[in-house]
């Protein structure tokens, strides 16, 4: 099997073009299944599930024409065969995407179970559910699932998914185009992917209102013909980039991509230090924040101490600003330290612990630290955070924290609030 050999530590420095949305491929290529006319795909990224997809079809009869690496140009006229094999649906659990429109266009469709996979058990029940409520029957024969519709044609209906599910959600649309009268989709998946295979099903003369929200509104048409259509930007690809960037303290200009698809990750991104630009519409730059004050070390890490998962951090000002780490070690808290970097495990319950402020930062760090730890901490030398802060006490008593200046100094404002 393939290796990859990585020797790291270098920062990532350049342009890359996103390529197009694997997961909007495939039910796109799954569309072309619907109508006897051609339908061409631009911006297929050619990756090994696209050419599993692409046999697929071929398998079931259509023809596939790539003039061009990333153009699919599918004519499914002459399909002789309606079903998903063992085989494809074993290494590509998305041919169940095939489903969908072979029962709605030829009222038939066989699909192997797909079985255990990586990930989990990863059922199509709530597909097959929504199938018999468009009125097809669903049986299983020596392993495989067979569905049929017994009219020939499916009917819509108002589907409400218990779980919220991609595929399901996309096997729907496709079949429910193609149905007699209108289907409602409620607790629909709002993935981009989904948007984009509306746009494409539309452009094919479909009724789709609705797709990028829970509740889908389709009303089905007599038959769907060819179209034209370019697949979205990968946005798993873009995030998977910029966290390269990220993570290498590089500089990557990433090229072709629709920052509105992963609003989310750029936001919990950028939050955690990244800088992230956007130099046009389709174009980001990032870089770890080069701004990422020191000053907010400390309190980051008392932050990680909660956060799932392994944080590190580097201190690239002061060589020595982590005396905050060992009394956070002594609240219970999971920190190595080596040279400048701190590595935080967490979430970690922190216990109250009488511990030592060491500056101005640190306080506030143990401060935050002892208001998410359980019992009573006591934390000396508090002079350091009176530096900076003023009437911290005051201000977080006002937000409801138990927190009190233990002080013989009557010159103070912070007693009573
Ligand atoms: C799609 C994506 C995959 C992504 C996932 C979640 C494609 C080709 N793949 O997978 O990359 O990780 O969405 O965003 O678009 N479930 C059932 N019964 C069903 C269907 C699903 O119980 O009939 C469960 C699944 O086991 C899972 C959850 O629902 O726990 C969501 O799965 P789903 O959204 O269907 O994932 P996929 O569409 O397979």
Redesign the pocket.
């Known amino acids: 099997m393939d290796k990859f050999l990585v020797r790291g530590g270098r920062p990532l420095k350049g342009k890359i073009e996103i390529g197009g949305a694997k ?1 909007s491929a ?1 039910p796109c290529l799954a569309a072309t299944l619907l109508t006897a006319e051609t339908v061409t795909l631009h911006n297929v990224p050619y990756v090994k599930d696209l050419i599993t997809q692409r046999r697929l079809l071929e398998d079931l009869g259509a023809t596939v024409l790539t003039p061009e690496l990333r153009t699919h140009k599918v004519t499914a006229k002459n399909v002789q065969l309606f079903e998903a094999p063992y085989h494809l649906v074993k290494t590509m ?2 041919s169940v995407l095939a489903l969908g429109p072979l029962l709605a266009r030829f009222g038939q469709a066989k699909v192997s179970l797909p079985g255990g996979c990586a990930i ?8 097959l559910k929504a199938f018999e409520q468009l009125g097809a029957t669903v049986s299983l024969e020596s392993g495989d699932v067979v569905a049929r519709a017994p009219k020939g044609r499916l009917t819509g209906a108002n589907i409400a998914f218990e ?6 959600t996309e096997n729907v649309m496709m079949a429910a185009s193609l149905a007699d009268g209108k289907t409602i989709i409620s607790n629909a ?1 709002q993935e981009p ?1 989904i948007e984009d295979l509306a746009e494409l099903l539309n452009k094919m003369g479909a009724r789709i209102k609705g797709a990028g929200t829970p509740t889908m509104e389709i009303e089905g048409v007599e038959a769907l013909g060819g179209a034209q259509h370019t697949i979205i930007p990968d946005r798993i690809e873009t995030g998977t980039f910029i966290v390269a960037a990220a993570i290498t303290g590089g500089e990557i200009e990433v090229k072709g991509c629709n920052p509105d698809h992963i609003r989310a990750v750029i936001k919990e991104l950028t939050s955690a230090g990244v800088d992230i630009e956007e130099l046009n519409p389709s174009t980001l730059l990032v870089k770890r924040y080069p701004l990422f004050p020191t000053d907010m070390q400390a309190q980051y890490m008392a932050l990680m101490t909660q956060a799932e998962g392994t944080s590190k951090i580097t201190e690239t000002i002061f060589e020595n600003r982590f005396m905050h780490a060992s009394e956070l070690i002594r609240m219970g808290a999971d920190i190595h330290i080596s040279g400048n970097t701190a590595t935080v495990s967490g979430p970690r319950k922190l216990a109250g612990a009488p511990i030592i402020a060491s500056d101005l930062r640190a306080s506030a760090s143990l401060v935050l630290a002892a208001l998410c730890a359980s019992g009573e901490t006591l934390i000396d030398r508090v002079y350091h955070i009176d530096r900076g802060y003023e009437t911290i006490v005051r201000k977080l008593r006002s937000l409801g924290a138990d927190i009190e200046r233990i002080t013989d100094n009557l010159a103070t404002d912070e007693q009573g609030a």
């Not at 989990?120 to 597909?127: A, N």
């Not at 779980?163 to 399901?168: M, Q």
């Open positions: 997961n495939l659990r998305a989990g058990t990863r059922p199509i029940d709530l597909h779980k919220v599910t991609v595929t399901g998946a992917e």
